[in-house]
């Protein structure tokens, strides 16, 4: 619990939310800005800011199916995104990790304009990582 | 093993990567298209097409975490993003579950243009989707 963290309230339940899935460990409720019909959030009740702190939460991985699928179900979607954002410059807006669960429909996608690149150096870059594994 | 499958191929051997980290279950390794330095995918071993289909795939949860820290922890990311895009209207371009883990740097934000609305008739949509669960 962090007393200025707004899904922290909604978990507590000192701020309304439209609650769609509870466990003892995590919480699913709707967004309350959806960018489309169905958009929820999957987020842990313990208070961690990023992925990056979520080693011990691998219950986190049955919500997320369980509501991505009862997204898709209830509204006959197309297609789902599944989107976790940590830190400011990947967009994350709430300090509080989640993730979006948003439903994807024919004719209402959305415009991602990714700069792909070619890769180079990869075996460079794929040593570097591993070294931090 | 599905044989028209990119990513198992990738997975026997029989197309190269640059592998960043492997279990029993799942590999990850580079993006051969990276939108930025370190975007690697992680992905089970097993062939399922959505998420829809990974109930029994907790092991992934572990796989996400360990590599979203790594490529930050590599090349001192500010931010990173996990995305994963289930059917065509959501952007999957390779019908094997996968996870893009996106290391993000500031001075290369992407614009994501977001078209977010009000929350209208929350009761309704979140009961339909209890429902499925």
């Known amino acids: ?3 200025d963290c707004v899904f922290c309230k909604i978990i507590e339940g000192d701020l309304p939310s439209h609650k769609i899935y509870e466990t003892d460990d995590l919480i699913a409720f709707l ?3 959806p960018v489309s019909k169905g958009h929820a959030l999957v987020v842990p009740k313990k208070h961690v800011e990023t992925i990056h702190e979520a080693h011990d939460m691998d219950y986190m991985w049955n919500g997320i199916v369980k509501v991505s699928t009862a997204v898709k179900d209830a ?6 995104n599944v989107e976790q954002n940590n830190g400011e410059v990947a967009g994350q807006e ?14 209402e996608e959305i415009e991602i304009e990714y700069d792909r690149t070619e890769l180079k150096s ?4 794929a040593e570097e990582i591993r070294s931090e594994i």
């Open 1 to 3: 619990m962090n007393d």
């Open 31 to 33: 967004d309350a800005e």
């Open 75 to 80: 509204f006959n979607a197309e297609g789902v």
């Open 94 to 107: 709430v300090m509080h990790m989640h993730f979006h669960i948003t439903p994807r429909y024919t004719g």
């Open 122 to 125: 990869g075996e460079k870059l």
